[in-house]
């Protein structure tokens, strides 16, 4: 027997639900110190000497100044506030991992023709990648002449192989490691990059913050030329320990390239490490790829599918009767022979699902999410059927026609190309209105290596390390740049993608995504290897503006980077009312010259009434034209302490799952259980205290669940004395398993 939980509609009470306070923990945790300068061990040891209940684990010594201890929280919290070196404590959480067509869309194959100034083609050779993931399988045929040695932070040994323990086994970090330099069958970005591997997320692909920022510190102890980090978590927020340690790794001579996240479609989902301000922060973009939508026969609803990768192709020449098929259990699949197989997300994988309908006799199979919004999926195995993805949104309007008068429906393929995934993680970041995602590259159906073959996946794991693999030529064509310059080479030669509507935020004027969707655009490699000219800071936040009105100023650098003098001129921006702009008079820049220039903002608020403006600063240099995505902002909104709260079952069997966006963070956070006849207190489904601000999505297993039932839960964040909660009715009822 398992446990089923369901989450029914929106449910508001007029009596105020009373919970007790949240009891403090008294487990051990682990905490990173930040230091205000270096430190000896020897000083560290007697900085926490007097604090017998905390236990030094680590010290880092490149990617900050800093150590790992553990001990009670509140032991923790009194070495906190008992020095004043320490200048930061935060608590250690997790981090979750999350090519032919993809290169050639990004400019990949046509630098493969350029030289560099040894007369060498550009394939990335010389250049050392540090891929900090789940390992790699350095004994893959298309990987083993690029391998360079590794480290392994979850066993500490030399030996960062793949977990290949059965039921825990990992593909993740062999799968990026190909994107950036596979060189036999397939070939990477740069086929000839030296790959060093550091495996930081153990089976399942999971790791702690003190496991990633071990592996960031061994790799500038390596000296590698650039790390990608296909990694995160949803904590929205620019000062987590993993952040401060990628901007040192810049400021050391290292690309640093992080994965914004697969949190969107919705603002505010960018993650860490995608959040730190000197990284190259990637979003996922898609390569040309066939598209299918849904048509159901006598009305106007076109749904649109995400194909999951593993799946067949979605072709069909006739219409198909839609069929419910529940949850995907071999009992609720006994009506679906010949049919499209409509099926709810939760408990069963999405392989498990798709192989019980395929047996049953289905054409084909939708599964729909039991979230707000859609998802992508990747299948185990490839399947001979086709198999996609609905949002929640989609599943019930097709749920409601098959009840009315049951559904035939026919299918319609597209060809789309250069949009923006709907997974893919948005900005801006929180607190400091910075731009991110930087760019976009392709990280849909991205074919690659894995332990013992290839696969098909997609995420912004893989957009990622098409831009460590764009750097890797970049920096062969140009050694002496330094990140901030090979990342101002790609930001200022991106493509920006024009939405079709789809986006959360709305869209410009122009059509555009906004540009904390997508930064500066989708990367063109080949383009930025051919720089004359950047421009730094390649995207710029004018800040918040007060109700009486400002004038902002930024400083843009402008260099030269051709062997001939260039004209730059900036173009006025598209007029709005209340806002008025001041750039620098025409220039002209001799080879190797560079100039700092400042550009104004005035905002009358009597006049402008927006509360978010964004767009593109567009400078001619030369013959090309370098756009920079900007950002400002009349006023702050102000946030619910609490938003966004849904819960559905998980993916696996047993497995239940929320989530919740908390903007600010909260003192004291947590889910409480009432009986909805006389709003009795149950007790707690979570609690948690002193939460980052951000997404939180949490795993709930079956045993921290009530008696079956049905409750009111109240969803409540308090900060500041001041407390926000949302309440919901859920029921739990028993359900068996086949």
């Not at 890797?472 to 079709?500: C, E, F, G, R, Y």
Request: glycine share 10%; hydrophobic share 40%.
């Amino acid at each position: 027997m398992k446990l089923l939980l369901a989450l029914l509609l929106a449910f508001q009470t007029s009596k105020t639900l009373i919970h007790p306070p949240i009891p403090k923990s008294t487990e051990d945790t682990v905490a990173i110190i930040i230091l205000e300068k270096p430190q000896s061990q020897q000083e560290i040891n007697q900085l926490i000497r007097p604090y017998k209940d905390v236990k030094l684990r680590r010290v880092f010594r490149e990617a900050l100044d800093g150590f790992s201890v553990q001990g009670s929280p509140a032991a923790i919290a009194r070495l906190a506030g008992g020095s004043k070196q320490i200048v930061n404590v935060s608590p250690v959480t997790q981090y979750q991992v999350e090519a032919e067509e993809s290169i050639k869309i990004i400019g990949g194959e046509e630098v493969r023709s350029f030289f560099n100034k040894k007369n060498e083609r550009l394939t990335g050779k010389g250049v050392t990648v540090g891929v900090i993931d789940t390992g790699v399988d350095y004994n893959h045929p298309d990987l083993k002449r690029n391998y360079s040695g590794g480290h392994d932070l979850v066993d500490n040994d030399r030996d960062p192989m793949e977990t290949l323990a059965k039921g825990k086994a990992t593909i993740h970090g062999t799968h990026v490691a190909g994107i950036i330099a596979a060189n036999g069958k397939i070939k990477g970005v740069a086929p000839e990059a030296k790959i060093i591997a550091y495996r930081a997320l153990g089976p399942g692909g999971g790791g702690t913050t003190e496991q990633v920022l071990a592996a960031i510190d061994q790799a500038i102890k390596d000296k590698v030329d650039i790390v990608n980090l296909s990694l995160g978590n949803d904590i929205n927020g620019p000062d987590l320990p993993i952040s401060f340690a990628l901007n040192k790794a810049v400021d050391k001579g290292i690309v640093a390239v992080a994965a914004s996240g697969n949190s969107g479609p919705n603002i505010w989902t960018v993650g860490s490490p995608g959040t730190a301000s000197k990284a190259i922060s990637v979003g996922a973009s898609t390569p040309t790829l066939e598209i299918p939508s849904l048509l159901i026969e006598g009305s106007r609803e076109k749904l649109r599918i995400q194909p999951m990768e593993g799946s067949a192709k979605w072709a069909m020449d006739r219409s198909l009767i839609v069929a419910d098929g529940g949850i995907g259990r071999k009992r609720e699949l006994k009506n679906v022979q010949g049919k499209i197989a409509l099926i709810q997300r939760g408990t069963l994988t999405f392989s498990e699902k798709a192989e019980n309908a395929r047996a049953a006799g289905a054409k084909a199979v939708l599964i729909y999410n039991n979230m707000s919004g859609g998802f992508m999926g990747n299948l185990d195995t490839h399947m001979t059927l086709p198999v996609g993805s609905l949002t929640k949104g989609d599943g019930v309007i097709l749920q409601k026609a098959l009840k009315k008068q049951g559904a035939a429906a026919r299918v319609l393929v597209s060809e789309e190309r250069d949009r923006l995934a709907d997974f893919s993680s948005r900005g801006p970041v929180t607190g400091t209105w910075e731009i991110k995602p930087d760019i976009v590259a392709p990280g849909v159906a991205i074919n690659s290596t894995v332990p013992g073959g290839y696969l098909s996946l997609q995420g912004t794991s893989m957009a990622a390390p098409h831009v460590a693999g764009a750097c890797a030529l970049i920096k062969q064509a140009h050694p002496d740049w330094t990140p901030v310059q090979i990342k101002a080479a790609l930001m200022n030669t991106a493509k920006p993608l024009a939405s079709t509507g789809e986006s959360t935020a709305g869209m410009h004027q122009n059509g555009y995504y906004r540009t904390y969707e997508q930064g500066a655009g989708r990367i063109q490699v080949d383009d930025a290897v051919q720089s004359t000219s950047l421009v730094t800071p390649s995207s710029v936040r004018f800040g918040k503006f007060t109700a009486e009105g400002d004038i902002h100023k930024v400083v843009l650098h402008v260099e030269n980077v051709s062997e001939r003098a260039q004209r730059y001129s900036f173009t006025i921006p598209h007029q709005v009312e209340g806002l008025s702009w001041r750039f620098p008079l025409s220039f002209t820049l001799e080879p190797k010259q560079r100039k700092a220039v400042a550009v104004e903002l005035t905002v009358d608020p009597q006049l402008f009434k927006g509360k978010i403006h964004d767009g593109y600063l567009s400078l001619q240099a030369g013959s090309a034209v370098i756009q920079i995505p900007y950002l400002y902002v009349l006023a702050e909104p102000g946030y619910p302490r609490v938003m966004g709260f849904d819960f559905g079952e998980g993916d696996q069997p047993g497995q239940y799952r929320y989530e919740v966006y908390l903007p600010g963070g909260a003192e004291e956070f947590g889910i409480a259980l009432f009986t909805p006849e006389d709003y009795r207190f149950i007790g707690f489904l979570d609690s948690r205290t002193n939460v980052k601000k951000g997404l939180i999505r949490t795993e709930i297993p079956a045993e921290k669940l009530p008696e079956p039932g049905s409750y009111l839960v109240k969803v409540f964040a308090k900060k500041a004395n001041k407390e926000d909660f949302i309440e919901r009715m859920i029921m739990i009822k028993k359900e068996e398993k086949d």
